[in-house]
């Protein structure tokens, strides 16, 4: 549950110029204070984690779709071609996904690369998977349109709004399972980053993640009071270019201060993927 958190004060926090973010464990729960510009932060990050990556979600999202691929009784039947299907894949829909991440953004990820010691070609196709996962989901299963694009699936996340009228607490609670793969991977490794820019017209921001997703584009909340949860939608209108989606939430999550700038921001992007942004 989003609501009962709220974002430490800036003062007396690192400073900006310090390399290390601030460590704690809250509840069992590992928390990273960052602080300074978007590539500082993110090069905080990922000192704070570097040695540790491995079995973690980001390695997991990295090689998601050839660990995919290799699964399938063509790929076991056949390596070679099992590999040649890999690459293929990598460069019709990856290459042209990654080349669609924003400047800014591969900035970050490549700060985040360096300090963590994480391949940066691989944290990049980690951050694109989403995205990547929705294309792929959307050529094999387009043919069980059930209305207007839309196909069914069990699968994908659910929140939940609880009145001031009906909660423990009299305030909002809006609370948010994450249906995605990496059941056992992601949920092991769970953290909470605060980011505190050192620009006095930025707003903190903080994000419910795992060990290595350096983005507040899943689960997150703002100084404003604006929370953002992703959901995955089940649509067949999907394209291997545009920002990757999880670039797009963080900047909602980052700039925003009212529900309508919330919403100008997202209609002003052309998804790759199809997702519910509540």
Request: one cysteine or more; a neutral charge.
């Amino acid at each position: 549950l989003l609501a009962p958190l709220s974002l430490p004060a800036r003062a007396g926090m690192p400073a900006a110029s310090d390399p290390t973010a601030l460590q704690v464990m809250h509840r069992g729960v590992e928390t990273l204070v960052l602080r300074g510009t978007r590539v500082q932060m993110a090069a905080q990050h990922g000192q704070a984690i570097r040695g540790r990556v491995e079995g973690t979600a980001l390695p997991y999202f990295a090689d998601k779709i050839a660990s995919s691929i290799r699964r399938t009784y063509i790929a076991e039947a056949d390596e070679l071609l099992g590999r040649m299907a890999i690459r293929a894949v990598d460069v019709y829909l990856l290459v042209p996904l990654r080349r669609s991440i924003p400047g800014d953004d591969l900035a970050v990820l490549d700060a985040f690369s360096v300090a963590s010691g994480f391949d940066y070609t691989s944290a990049l196709s980690a951050h694109v998977v989403p995205d990547a996962g929705q294309w792929l989901i959307a050529q094999l299963f387009h043919g069980n349109s059930i209305a207007g694009g839309a196909f069914s699936s069990p699968f994908g996340c659910s929140s939940v709004v609880v009145a001031p009228s009906r909660s423990s607490t009299g305030g909002l609670i809006h609370g948010r399972n994450l249906d995605y793969d990496s059941y056992g991977t992601f949920d092991q490794h769970p953290v909470m980053l605060y980011f505190l820019p050192n620009a006095p017209s930025e707003q903190a921001y903080m994000s419910v993640t795992s060990t290595g997703i350096h983005t507040a584009g899943i689960t997150a909340m703002n100084e404003s009071g604006i929370v953002l949860t992703l959901h995955q939608a089940m649509v067949d209108e999907t394209t291997r270019h545009g920002p990757p989606v999880l670039g797009v939430t963080e900047r909602v999550v980052r700039q925003a201060r009212t529900l309508e700038e919330a919403a100008q921001l997202i209609q002003a992007s052309r998804f790759a993927g199809a997702w519910r942004i509540i």
